[in-house]
Nanobody, 125 residues
Framework: QVQLVESGGGSVQAGGSLRLSCVRS????????MGWFRQAPGKEREEVAG???????RYADSVKGRFTISQDNGKNTLYLQMNSLKPEDAAQYYC???????????????????WGQGTQVTVSS
């Protein structure tokens, strides 16, 4: 059974940094797509950053230049480095994986099969 467990959330002041981690267990395709999503109260869940099986990355316009997605396949871990945090970045952050082979295509929300429980990020002004 595939499990995704996020950590690294917390409370920071605006301008601060956090690094989120997502450790996966269980079998998923080596070349799969993974992503970070967030959901603030009263808002829809949105994709913040994603990485394809070919290593290609993408970011929401609101976080470009401030967030970096990366992965360490040896540790089965996905990361999200978040710098220059803003109050509007506050949300519950989720890690997700497509799971099947996903190489050069960009997945849509419904393609993500596996989800973590989330980690809370709070940013004070």
């Amino acid at each position: 059974q595939v499990q995704l467990v996020e950590s690294g959330g917390g409370s920071v002041q605006a301008g601060g940094s956090l690094r989120l981690s997502c450790v996966r267990s269980g079998y998923i395709a080596r070349r799969t797509c993974m992503g970070w999503f967030r959901q603030a109260p009263g808002k829809e869940r949105e994709e913040v950053a994603g990485v394809r099986g070919d290593g290609g990355t993408r970011y929401a316009d609101s976080v470009k230049g401030r967030f970096t997605i990366s992965q360490d396949n040896g540790k089965n871990t996905l990361y999200l480095q978040m710098n220059s945090l803003k109050p509007e970045d506050a949300a519950q952050y989720y890690c997700a994986a497509v799971g099947r082979y996903c190489y050069s295509t960009t997945p849509v929300h419904d393609d993500y099969t596996y989800w973590g429980q989330g980690t809370q990020v709070t940013v004070s002004s």
